[in-house]
C-alpha cells in the first residue's frame, strides 16, 4: 500500500517562500505520475503541479514560473517549492500518485487518475 506524508506546510508573508515535502513509502515500481493539488477552503481542489516517471513537469497556469515540483529517489521524497507566495496561494496542499499510466501523466491534472493521497498541509499566505 503506497502511503504519502506531506510536511512543511506554514504561515508565510506574501512573497515568501515555502519547500513542502512528500514522503511516499510502500512503492511497488517507479511507474508512478506523481503531483501535488491543493484545495482553499469553499473551492474545488485543483492541480497545481505533476511530474511523471521520467521528468517531465506540468504547471497550472497559477504557479507556473513561481513554483517547482522536484522528486529525490534516494530519499522516496516529492517537493514543492513555492516562491512569490501570494494570497491566493493559501489551501491545503495534497501529494498524490497515479500509477494507471506507466509512470506518464495525464495532460491536464486528471484528479479521479490518482488513487494515492496525501493528508494535506495547510499552507497560508498574508497580505
Known amino acids: 500500500q503506497v502511503q504519502l506524508v506531506e510536511s512543511g506546510g506554514d504561515s508565510v508573508q506574501a512573497g515568501g517562500s515555502l519547500r513542502l515535502s512528500c514522503v511516499v513509502s510502500?512503492?511497488?515500481?517507479?511507474?508512478?505520475?506523481m503531483a501535488w493539488f491543493r484545495q482553499a477552503p469553499g473551492k474545488p481542489r485543483e492541480g497545481v503541479a505533476q511530474?511523471?516517471?521520467?521528468?517531465?513537469?506540468t504547471y497550472s497556469h497559477a504557479v507556473k514560473d513561481r513554483f517547482t515540483i522536484s522528486q529525490d529517489n534516494v530519499k522516496s521524497t516529492l517537493y514543492l517549492q513555492m516562491n512569490s507566495l501570494k494570497p491566493e496561494d493559501t489551501a491545503t496542499y495534497y501529494c498524490?500518485?497515479?500509477?494507471?499510466?506507466?509512470?506518464?501523466?495525464?495532460?491536464?491534472?486528471?484528479?479521479?487518475?490518482?488513487?494515492?493521497w496525501g493528508q494535506g498541509t495547510p499552507v497560508t499566505v498574508s497580505s
Open positions: 510502500g512503492y511497488r515500481s517507479r511507474s508512478y505520475c
Open positions: 511530474m511523471a516517471n521520467h521528468g517531465t513537469t
Open positions: 498524490a500518485a497515479d500509477s494507471s499510466r506507466g509512470g506518464f501523466c495525464a495532460p491536464a491534472f486528471d484528479q479521479g487518475a490518482f488513487a494515492y
